[in-house]
């Protein structure tokens, strides 16, 4: 039988689906009209259930959790999750949210007195003030506006050199910046509840860029060219990579010692003096120590010779030398001598002195007109003023010195060291000495007597043994002195000042003087210090070793000096200065610098750089890859180049510069990342 | 094997269901003796029907009482009215529906609509008492009275209507309302009695055996052609062009063919079970396939099917309604064809479904008054293809090809759509085609189809009707389906609208501006007459209660008040058919199924 | 989504559905371009998309509004829903925009973020629903109401008594009486198992309708009359459990959909309170 066949009644008509109830369809029911739910009824009953446990249930959830637990949009990044991890709950918001309380009362209610005027920059700069100056931490960069202003225009000067602007990208839609530039808030890229994997510090270039006026699309294709980077800012240390690695060690043509990158520049984890350096960072400056002294601390000593000094008695003519009392008939003669650097600037706080000064030239007294009564005239008061010195430190000792250069303008810290070594003793013995009786009363004669002997020793402690050692193995002595002199370079030779001044019967010992007559005065200070050259009638410094402090302190006096001052320019020719300012070039200028400054770390550096994650590319590890040193050939080559920088006004590298493109090839949105966090960094606090 | 017995029964006869059953044999005498009955010539009737037959069964006495509305514009009716005493007065101009105690259609605003919707009764089917009976309004006059054993409803202040109006009167011996009762067409005017009177209802199958007499037919045929074929032709539109004359001729020569039972309705419920093929054989054959074309038949009211021979059986090819043409591409072929080819025959049948009303304008006048003013655009294509063949043969290639072009880009070479599907619907799917006739669904002007491939049972059109008629839906989600559509039991506001047949007083009215037909609550007297017209069991009664859930009776018997309900297309609604709206799947559509286009393109938008 | 309406008339429902699919990706991509331009500039990308999610989710909430208001001419409920959907489409995808993981860190946030995800999902599978069950009711031959399940269900276990008891032939009864009151009368009588319900499958219709099958052979032709009637009833019975079980699956998303919405909703704005207040 088919189905169809089956006769049924239609089904009732009536439907009132919007009822809640219908009549029930058991037609042999009870008479009392039953009726069932309708899908309405039962529909709006299910929902009404519904609704009422939902409600039921969020009420018991807010009753019960603290409200902290319950609304979080999200986890905190790590840092802060941590840091938080110990607070009370409702202290969790309140870290970073001035809107303290989480009562949903008081949503509606005012924050109250206590929260006024609080920022949430301002909480976050409870923690960061350290990192971030508070007074600029709302500023974009953390710099001053006149900052960025100049940054800007040096940002567009070296686009437009570099012909990108407005390459063909989609930078230009880059929409203009919602923030004040005044007034950034850290929210605004600091984005908080992204979980603990977020990134507090991702930006898009996008972002970075929607501030700036000039925008670049690719670094590959429309970032500004550099100068001359990563080399144009260096140059503390006059070194040349080319000579070192063609001409002193071309080891790598003969089979000899190879010129090998790494021995100066070994992975800084390693290198013991570069202590909790990550692995894989590269010494960006070689020690002295470690790379130079081997081959440099010999030639070093013998150009230092005899040393400098710090006041030679002129040979004056009679004439002149009998204006001055006690003049020591051994500089009397043919007007000859040389007014040592040291000397006429202490000379120079008296005014009338240094005009008579200025007249010699190149302060060697030979080179003036012989027989002109005025030269001699102005000589004698040289002379006189020269006799007053001695006196005057022989009486005052540091002080009359320190007087003198705070006169002339010359801030005295730096000369410290150098009047910390210096016994005032030696100049009294030297006044003693050269001006006998009139030491006294400058108007007695000169008496040419010599009570004690001609020198004496200043290194006076066991100068035997110091100097048989010093024949023997300088390197080791050399080496313990400078460590000393490192370590401590406040109370510089201690040895020589102490012995002297507790001391000074050890001074005369006769034998001494009777066994060392005949040698020359300024081999007995071999290891370097303060003697007495009666020959010369000097008080000299014989300098010995690196970073030696009473050099460091009277380079870094005169480099104070204006650099047209001819005795400034004086001074650094003299081969014992040079022998340290030939390498530390830049140690004349104000304030001295003596050593080359790494690259890297500094906060205020818009730039960073790391060889770390560069090293680990396998190309990239042979140093040369990146580092060419400049022959002459590319000199000529990259003349464009060196004009670049050049006219930065600094010495164009010895390496060939790293060109964009060369970081290009691995920096780009494929590889290695173009992003402009990868280099660049936003805050730069000092 | 014994031979079967037969069952002697006694034939079903015509006059098994008289019209009034209280008809006398002295009423029959009685009217025999005036007019017109009295000229007639008994002989003209055939032996089966005589004419006391016919005023005995087909006929009913009324009595009507002065201001009676006896026949409203725009009704729909099976009877004719014959004045036996008395005046009545023939309203040449239309009666205002509140005149005729219907509620006019108001367009209700936002704000009415949401109180309407707000302040829904938890009862089924409330009402107010102003809705119940027009009689308790505020009018103070009774509008509906009980004359004798019927209700009538009566004009208000009779005497200034009669005054403001023109109006023609008519008296005894005079007929009105046959053309309606005839020709299944609208009620033209309203007619009101004037005086007490007394009219004899004819109804339309008596008054077809009347026609046998001549003089009578003249008088009805002549009044027919010299008022209404000429309004009936100019609705066709393609006869649009034709000038006056070339009309007057048309006119003349055209007649006029009746097929099948007007009360096609009462043997709806059984025919639409038949198989199809047994349901085809039994429509009457209007014109047969195969046949040479003599005419041209005008559908002016009910349906016919199109069907040619189709193996053993029939295949239907598509349904004509009202102002749809038979034969047309036939005879414009044979007419323009060149003398060398053949004539076309008549590619298919024409059969009545229920009942055709038709105009037959012969071959001859076609081709002569008719052809020369048809556009060449409206020529059906057979027709068109054939004059193109001609013209090609005459011109040059290309000059033709680019003619071809430009009267294709041509907007005024498409046809006028009136024209374009004046030759019947049709589907792709026979199936569907089929099922629509089969269940005359194609009288509907508004159906409501429900696509049962996106319909998701949601009930939310239920649902809104109900919201939108104080909790009361007008349907239910049911009714024929045929593949992935559902006909849904929805009034479908008929173009041949049987349930606005004997409503006592003209609650069911259809809206000349929309079409709509809807009931009007405070005439309605729940007789139940239009619910059980409608063949597709759309207009349900129900028992009305007022807004406190207490139900309605009648203050002499007892009974509870029934009020026909049915949907009213939301009239009046600002948010238009709610049904329609609220579906949210677009799965449930209003459709016109008289035509095909719209469902066509209905199922091509989701095919 | 606008200019679909309008075109509705028109167009077929799938050129429909291509329009409004690249209307709604194009409107992705030009909030996501503004998405990515906020942030680029260091504005509130997040306050840009939450309040786009917000008044996302309030132009979806429209729909309900609309379907309980069918009064008012405020355009198509099926307008309204396909301006819901491809909203919808629209709304997850600034979801992913919005949130910086899929599921929220606090308590509150995973909630809301879980009744986001839950509406989301639902909403997806009420469109998969809502395209493919039709069909499949369809396909049955009785359309049966929801509400008049029930009265079904009831005539056709009347029917079968009736049917049963028309069974006078003594042998037939004896053959059919076991299996009728132990496996069709509880069949008839019970309501579908949940298991039904939620998996709606032939398995039932085939045991009894195999098992009566085999009865046949004990049969004279009135106990197969029947036993064919009983068969029919069974297939109309399942017939309409499977309609029940479809047509309940299609409302009772339709519930779990919309309360997840008002919950949905409601906790939004909590969260757009929130967020106001801890912003900066």
Known sequence: MRQDKLDFPPSPGGDRPGDRWMASPRSGDAGQSPRVLTWTGRRRRVVTVTLLVVSVVVFLVIATVPSATIIRPGELATPHAQILAGAVTKEKCAACHTQASLSPVSWFLSAGDSHRDVTQDDLCLKCHHRMIPENLALAAHNVPLSVRVELTEAVRLASKNSGNMGSGSMHRFIPDAAVDQNKVSCSTCHKEHHGADGDLRAMTNDQCQTCHSSRFGSFAKSHPDWNGWPYGRGGEIAFSHTTHSQKHFPGWKSGAREFNCATCHPDAASSSHADGARVGEVVRVASYKHSCQACHEESMNIQAGEGLDFVSLPTLSAESAREIPGWPTASIGFADGVVSPLLELLLRADPAVSGSLRRIPNGDIARLPVDDPAVDKRLARVAAEIRKLINDVDQNGQSAIEERLLEIGISTSVFRPVLRSLPPQLIESANQNWFGDSVDSIDQPLIMASPRGRFRLVAADDGDLLGSSLLNSGGDADGLLENDLLRQPDDSSPLLEDQLLEDPLTVQAEPMRATVNDVPAASLVGLGGWYRDDDRLSIRYHGHGHADPVMVGMIETFAQLNDGDPLKQRFFQGSFVAACVSCHSAAKSIPSRWTAQAKIGKQNEFTKFSHRPHLNVSALGDCVFCHRTRSAKDSVNDAITLAAVSSTNEEPSDFMPLDRQQCADCHNAKAAGDDCTTCHRYHLAP | MEPTQAIPVQRPSRWDEPLDASMTDADVAWLRTRGPFNAMDQSAFPRATPLTGILRYDCRLHRVEPGEVIVREGDYGNSAFLVITGNVRVLVDSLSQTQLGRDPIRSIGWGEALKRFLKRSSYPETRTPEQVSINLGGRGQQSIRQIDDRPAIFLQDVDAVLRRHETVSLGPGELFGEVAAMYRSPRTSTVVAETEAALLEIRWQGLRILRRDRTFADTLEQHYREHWLPVHLREIPLLRYLPEENMRRVIASTELRSYGRMEWNASYKKTRKLPPAEQIESEPLVVDEGQLPTELIIVRSGFGRMCLRHGAGHLTTAYLGKGHLFGIEEIVYNALRPPSMPAVRYQNSLRAVGFLDALAIPIETFATEVLPHIRRSELPEVARSLQHRFSEKRKERRRSSSDERSEQTNPNGKPSPDVRHASGASFDSTGLLEFIVQHRLNNGRDAMVIDLHRCTRCDDCVKACGDVHDGNPRFVRQGFVHERLQFVQACMHCSDPVCMIGCPTGAIARDQGTGVISIHDSICVGCGVCEAACPYENISMAEVVDPKGRPYVDNETGKAIRKATKCDQCSGLPSGPACVSACPHDALVRIDLSESPPLTHWLEKRS | ?280
């Open chain 3, 1 to 280: 989504m606008k200019e679909v309406s309008t075109h509705q008339k028109t167009i077929s429902l799938k050129q429909r559905r291509a329009v409004a699919l690249a209307a709604t990706v194009c409107v992705i991509v030009i909030f996501w371009y503004l998405w990515r331009r906020e942030s680029s500039r260091l504005g509130a990308p997040a306050f840009f998309t939450g309040f786009t999610l917000l008044a996302g989710l309030v132009i979806l909430a429209l729909l309900g509004a609309r379907r309980r208001l069918p009064m008012l001419p405020l355009g198509k409920v099926s307008t309204w829903t396909q301006i819901h959907l491809y909203v919808g489409f629209f709304t997850t995808a600034i979801y992913i925009m919005h949130v910086p993981a899929i599921v929220a860190g606090g308590m509150f946030e995973a909630f809301l973020s879980l009744v986001f995800l839950m509406v989301t999902a639902s909403g997806f599978y009420g469109l998969y629903a809502s395209r493919t069950l039709p069909k499949k009711l369809t396909a049955v031959e009785t359309q049966h109401r929801f509400d008049r399940l029930d009265w079904g269900r009831n005539q056709i276990a009347a029917m079968a008594e009736q049917t049963y008891s028309e069974l006078t032939e003594p042998s037939a009864r004896e053959v059919l009486q076991t299996f009728y009151q132990r496996a069709l009368s509880p069949f008839f009588i019970s309501r579908p198992s949940l298991a039904y319900v939620i998996v709606p499958s032939g398995t039932r219709r085939r045991k009894l309708l195999g098992d009566l099958k085999e009865l046949d052979r004990y049969l004279e032709s009135d106990g197969r009359r029947v036993a064919g009637k009983l068969a029919a009833l069974v297939r109309r019975r399942d017939d309409l459990d499977y309609q029940f079980a479809l047509q309940l699956r299609l409302r009772c998303w339709v519930v779990f959909h919309s309360i997840l919405s008002i919950v949905l909703l409601a906790a939004a704005l909590i969260h757009m309170l929130i967020a106001l207040r801890f912003a900066g």
